[in-house]
T-cell receptor
């Protein structure tokens, strides 16, 4: 069974631009979560989607948004990029999300903002 | 503020020895904890979880202990191997439907 796939793996943007990251969950998984990982703040929750609905959102500004499609694939978007948005963005999937702590993470998309 | 944390940012052990990675939490209502391992260049990988109705849970070469009295949990790795070198995170499933991660312990296995 294929794991969680994230694209692109690496990207470089400049301040003010926007970026879209993609995540394909494990087949059959309906929950997709996104996390930001930085050396200073560690792993921080961005949002969680289940069956195309955002069920939970972390403490990030509105520049961070996401969506989930009917095939459970998910995208996240960051608009008006800032230097502090440089991070590893991780996507994780699970069958039902919510009560389980067993998430399956992808290898991440490493974003560098110049 | 942070509700879960780790005691030591780094830990070095000799290959073959047992490793103990500690984690503290602050919220008495916390009832579900998870340990993850993150190798360099990879995403976190689930190791084991434990709910507050248990004091101990064992997996393959790993044991998690939960002490609710002092709000402390630990991950024990038996017969540590080079492949165990990674950053280890404790996390809790709080607030609901999201994981709050601690800061991580870098485990280095010495030959």
């Amino acid at each position: 069974k294929a794991g969680v796939t994230q694209t692109p793996r690496y990207l470089i943007k400049t301040r003010g631009q926007q970026v879209t990251l993609s995540c394909s969950p494990i087949s059959g998984h309906r929950s997709v979560s996104w996390y930001q990982q930085t050396p200073g703040q560690g792993l921080q929750f961005l949002f969680e989607y289940f069956s195309e609905t955002q069920r939970n959102k972390g403490n990030f500004p509105g520049r961070f948004s996401g969506r989930q499609f009917s095939n459970s694939r998910s995208e996240m978007n960051v608009s008006t990029l800032e230097l502090g948005d440089s991070a590893l963005y991780l996507c994780a999937s699970s069958f039902r999300g919510g009560d389980t702590g067993e998430l399956f993470f992808g290898e991440g998309s490493r974003l560098t903002v110049l | 503020g942070e509700s879960v944390g780790l005691h030591l940012p780094t830990l070095s052990v000799q290959e073959g020895d047992n490793s103990i990675i500690n984690c503290a939490y602050s919220n008495s209502a916390s009832d579900y904890f998870i340990w993850y391992k993150q190798e360099s260049g990879k995403g976190p990988q689930f190791i084991i979880d434990i709910r507050s109705n248990m004091d101990k849970r064992q997996g393959q070469r790993v044991t998690v202990l939960l002490n609710k009295t002092v709000k402390h949990l630990s991950l024990q790795i038996a017969a540590t191997q080079p492949g165990d070198s990674a950053v280890y995170f404790c996390a809790e499933n709080r607030p609901a439907r999201q994981l709050t991660f601690g800061s991580g312990t870098q485990l280095t296995v010495l030959p």
